[in-house]
């Protein structure tokens, strides 16, 4: 496993564990550490053995946002020219499930970095919310859509506007999050549940992620043609002949592709 400074890599069983780790800025999210996460993300993607993916921080904070420190001086130009935030464009287009396991602090792109996530598990002391406009700034990494996609124009237009931070419960009534959890068992059954997205056929998990986002991006009439092509798919693997074949047998499916 290659070794990191920002972020620990790990893998459990065949569950691949991110956890941020820059204590002393809160997980401020550097672009160093942005390629960090990309290069570990990848690389659990193309790993057959690697069915999930967990992304997790300290029980203080997830993320604190990208890094107000390394951004302060650049300009307009700069950031333009170095395509800052694309790497996260990039995490976005890992085919693997992945569960952001979110305690603490998930503010500006810790929030984002959160959704970008294909769910999110928070622990009962989460706090999310996109507080760029008290920088003078917007959201970069997605947050004014996604957000906004998650919970709504009304919710997500205030806490856009106000930097209003919402706790766990708020954030799992208004959608945002899949479950609370209490915050001492948080990577305990997040890691549990990416272990069951992990016993699954990959590639039919993959599938199954992709057809999902497509809500995100297509009208209904697209989205289900798409889903159709995608189930048809799933035909040609040999996962879902033994699926159905341990149905009919009345036992456990040993899938190949896990
Ligand atoms: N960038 C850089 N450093 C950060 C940081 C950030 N986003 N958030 C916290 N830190 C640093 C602090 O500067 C501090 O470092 P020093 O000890 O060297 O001063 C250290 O982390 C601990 O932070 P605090 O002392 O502030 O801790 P606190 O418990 O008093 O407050 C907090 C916690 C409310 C999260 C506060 O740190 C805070 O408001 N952070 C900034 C939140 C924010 O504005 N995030 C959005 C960033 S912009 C963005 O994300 C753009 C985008 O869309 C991609």
């Known amino acids: 496993m290659t070794a990191y400074s920002l972020i620990l890599a790990e893998q459990r069983g065949r569950v691949g564990l991110i ?59 700069e950031m333009y020219q170095l395509d800052w935030f694309s790497v996260w464009d990039s995490l976005a287009k890992v085919r693997t499930p992945m569960i952001a396991a979110v305690a603490g602090h998930a503010l500006g792109g810790g929030c ?21 406009i008290k920088l003078g700034v917007i959201p970069g990494m997605g947050g004014s859509q996604r957000l906004t996609r998650a919970i709504g124009k009304a919710k997500a237009m205030e806490m856009v506007l106000t930097g209003r931070v919402m706790g766990a419960a708020e954030a799992e009534q208004a959608g945002l999050v899949a479950r609370v959890v209490p915050v ?68 456990a499916a040993e899938f190949k592709h896990r």
Do not use: H, W
Request: aromatic fraction near 6%; proline fraction near 3%.
């Open 19 to 77: 956890t941020l780790n820059r204590p002393d800025a809160l997980n401020a999210l550097s672009d160093a550490m942005g390629r960090e996460i990309l290069a570990a993300a990848r690389a659990f993607d193309v790993d057959p053995g690697v069915g999930a993916i967990v992304i997790t921080g300290s029980t203080r904070a997830f993320a604190a946002g990208a890094d107000i420190k390394e951004m302060a001086q650049k300009s307009s130009v």
């Open 112 to 132: 984002e970095l959160a959704m970008i996530a294909d769910f999110i598990i928070a622990a009962d002391n989460a706090k999310f919310g996109q507080p760029e």
């Open 184 to 251: 001492e068992s948080l990577l305990e059954d997040a890691m549990a549940t990416a272990a069951v997205i992990a016993g699954m056929s990959k590639p039919v998990a993959m599938t199954a992620k992709e057809a999902v986002n497509a809500a995100y991006e297509s009208t209904l009439t697209e989205g289900v043609r798409l889903e159709r092509r995608l189930i048809f798919s799933c035909f040609a693997t040999e996962d879902q002949k033994e699926g159905m074949a341990a149905f009919t047998e009345k036992r």
